[in-house]
């Protein structure tokens, strides 16, 4: 049975089947788990959570009497947290992931692999040939299959983009990126793929727009701006004649500028007449293009991408975006930070057990602004440097740190 109950009363043996609160209020990574440690039991309780569900199902329920202290496990009560226990840890093992290097070459393979494809699509696309769903499911499959087996390699990988290639290796990041955001939300199988195909198929449309508008370093003008926004609707019609025919595919490919206040294009839909999958394709087109590189900007940082995305109200379903933001970590991979103790640091690895605490290079003093040997960090040890802030690199007159976190 499900039943809330207040933060203090929480204890030992507890199945917590859900957190009462913003992802920011408390420092776990999973949200359903069977608490069985001291210290989660004292961060719990030290969080800005006010409330809890528990499943007293899968573990014990709140005493009858606040303040009578609790009793020793009966028999029953410790088989039943040990039957759990070995369910949980089973699950873990099930999604445990693959270390990042290992990945990131395997990753690095189907980046390669998926963009040769995309490329020839685009090619197709142009020419009006017929694209069979069957032929671009392969790629779906790998890049899905990448992101369970790590989540953060193919993603973080993809980033490295150049002008040529960007409008290609944007089709993988945005697939990738919509993967990652489906398993967030616990679709089905059928619908991940569903919105990895989306995303993979989304921006068909700039295989009409010039490449010299494209790629042009300079600003729009306002007739050129006018060529990029048809894309979506021309996309819509190149997929269609195509032979495309998945509603969630042509959806997201006609819908993905939409915007919650109506503000988007091309059909000024607003809130709940935007369907789930244009939403998220939203936010995982954007995120893409602010964190990568282009001919006229670099690209953000993604702890800063992520903040500024969050302060445009009336852009993003914040419900969403929230599980996006979740799903990428507080500080995705390539994040650099300053450190409490004055140092730059790049992130290279996200910690399972918290968002806040992930694992750094240390690379560049700000007090004496020099660049100092690389220091690998896990923050979430006892004892470790602190995170104080977001930070840009180029701020700071650094160039590419790239070799720090996208070793493959």
């Not at 005493?63 to 840890?89: H, W």
């Not at 269609?240 to 959806?251: C, M």
């Not at 690199?393 to 160039?399: D, F, Y």
Request: hydrophobic share 40%; with cysteine; aromatic share 6%.
């Amino acid at each position: 049975m499900l039943k809330t109950i207040a933060v203090n009363q929480v204890r030992i043996g507890m199945y917590i089947h859900e957190l009462k609160g913003p992802w920011m209020d408390h420092p776990f990574w999973r949200t359903k788990f069977v608490l069985k440690d001291e210290m989660d039991l004292l961060k719990l309780k030290g969080s800005a959570l006010k409330q809890v569900v528990i499943d007293t199902k899968r573990g014990l329920d709140v005493l009858p009497e606040p303040e009578v202290l609790a009793p020793p496990l009966t028999d029953k009560e410790l088989a039943l947290l040990e039957l759990e226990s070995q369910a949980v840890e089973e699950e873990l093992k099930q999604v445990k992931q693959a270390p990042l290097d290992s990945e990131h070459r395997k990753a690095a393979k189907i980046i390669q692999a998926s963009r040769r494809e995309i490329m020839s699509m685009f090619k197709d696309l142009r020419m009006g040939k017929v694209i069979e769903p069957e032929n671009v499911m392969p790629l779906v499959e790998e890049i899905s299959a990448s992101v369970t087996r790590n989540t953060h390699a193919l993603i973080s990988l993809v980033r490295l983009k150049t002008a040529d290639d960007y409008t290609y290796m944007h089709s993988i990041a945005v697939s990738a990126l919509m993967t990652n955001l489906a398993k967030e939300l616990k679709l089905s199988d059928i619908e991940v793929k569903q919105a990895g195909l989306a995303g993979l198929m989304h921006d068909m449309g700039k295989a009409e727009v010039p490449l010299q508008i494209l790629n042009k370093p300079g600003s729009l003008t306002d007739n050129e701006f006018d060529v990029i926004r048809q894309h979506p609707q021309n996309g819509y019609d190149m997929l269609l004649k195509a032979n495309i025919t998945d509603p969630v595919t042509l959806d997201v490919c006609l819908h993905h500028h939409e915007k919650m206040d109506g503000s988007g294009y091309p059909g000024h839909l607003s809130g709940e007449n935007i369907s789930m999958y244009a939403r998220m394709g939203a936010i995982c087109d954007v995120y893409d293009a602010i964190t990568s590189a282009r001919a006229y900007k670099p690209g953000w940082e993604p702890g800063i991408a992520l903040k500024r995305m969050a302060s445009w109200t009336g852009h993003f379903d914040p419900v969403l975006l929230e599980a996006f933001v979740k799903s990428m970590g507080i500080y995705p991979i390539g994040t650099v930070v300053m450190l409490k103790s004055g140092r730059l640091a790049v992130v290279v690895r996200q910690s399972p057990e918290s968002l806040l605490t992930p694992v750094v290079k240390a690379f560049f003093s700000t007090k004496s602004l020099v660049h100092i040997p690389v220091e690998e960090i896990d923050l979430a040890r006892p004892g470790a440097d602190e995170i104080v802030s977001n930070e840009s690199a180029v701020s700071w007159g650094i160039g590419n740190i790239e070799h720090l976190w996208a070793t493959h």
